[in-house]
């Protein structure tokens, strides 16, 4: 009976050991990293620190919600969007589908599914730096819903990049292209979402000075469970935090509360993962830490922490899971202003324990290099394979900067096609990120965020 017993309870343990605590958007200490762009590898070349398929990051709970960077074409090739994901899948080193540009990042629905087994939510982020977002009409924009809709999340469609894995919400990160009409597209997603089966989120980046360009007409039109500020790369930045005139977060706390049409929207701070990850805006962690818990003891719509971007988070000694354990401080990321110690030394940065399955992995291709001159690469955006470029625009691509001699499409910078001048390093890869959510980057190269 006593061995029937123990046997029993540990059964018991086992069990819970294996519960997974859901996505809760309620709590004041969750962390939000773009995954995506292989911010990392634009400007390093390590390649062991390039950004991995996205199981690899969610191998313990320091992150709680992965938006996917970027869908950054609306409506290409077959009037069906496309998405660009850097190293891991992108149109020039896929499979694309039948009359489209979208292409087929199906081996990525393990991912996906084991993150989401994790209590983690996955979403589509939509637009980046050089995205093309606009719509000419609200039917337009209703029917691009539907699309997004059939493709991503709970439909059904014959284009689906990421097979049978269905995508937990929408992120708008619209730093280009048009203003209106979105809010016509959102309806359309809460629509369909209304009557699921499951939990969808719609989230928005937008910059921190308040209102935002692009994204301030939306925002004000209808529901958001969750936005994430980009106090980066503008005055506002968390360089400025001790600088009444400049950090305005109790701005968006107070749209937050008396504006928005969710009065529970939450608000996150959005910061750079590492020095190299944005123009400006980066602290330490024990810097951001103290910031979001002073920041948490004063406005109650402060949800969390979102970073830029996860590769450059996890080479930059677990910066991402520094953050979480600082915010973790009080029961249920109740609020504290108690200053922090935080050390990230002892931090991994590769995961303990394998992933369920072992999706294709996409080689990183180094592009030889040349002895032009180092070039300054401020405020210029990464190359994206699905964007046309003119003769005379400059890109960064592999920590270069490189000039188009000419109207290029989908020729990768230094490939045998010849459509780029390479203008050498640059000097400055903090400089060279000049807006917070940068392009998208090319399959075999890096992309840094560039800012608006």
Known sequence: MASFLLTSALSVLSLGALQVTAFDNSRSDNLAVYWGQNSYGATHSDTANFQKTLSTYCQDDSIDAFPIAFLNVFFDAGNEPSIDLSNICSNVDDPVFPGTNMPDCSF???DIEFCQSKGKIVTISLGGATGAASFTSDAQAAAFGDTIWNTFLGGSGSVRPFGGAVLDGIDLDIEGGGTTHFAAFVNQIRSHASGANKQYYVTAAPQCPFPDAFLGTVLNAVAFDAVYVQFYNNFCGLTNFNNPNA??????????KNTAVNKNVKIYIGAPASPTAAGSGYVDASTLANIAL??????SSFGGIM????????????????IKN?????????????PVTVSTSSQSSAPTTAPPTSPTSHSTTAVP??????GSCAGVAAWVSNVAYNGGQTVIFNGHLWTAK?????DTPGGAAGDWTDDGACTSFAAAVATPHGAAAPASAASVPTAA
Not at 307 to 322: E, G, K, T, V
Request: cysteine-free; charged content about 15%.
């Open 108 to 110: 990525l629905a393990s």
């Open 247 to 256: 950090w305005d977060f109790d701005e968006w706390d107070t749209w937050a």
């Open 294 to 299: 002073e920041t948490r003891s004063q406005f």
């Open 307 to 322: 970073l830029w971007d996860a590769s450059q988070a996890f080479a930059n000694n677990r910066y991402d899971a520094a």
């Open 326 to 338: 600082a915010m973790r401080q009080g029961s249920g990321g109740s609020s504290s202003s108690a």
């Open 369 to 374: 290099t040349t002895t032009a001159q180092s």
């Open 406 to 410: 000419w109207w290029s499409f989908a």
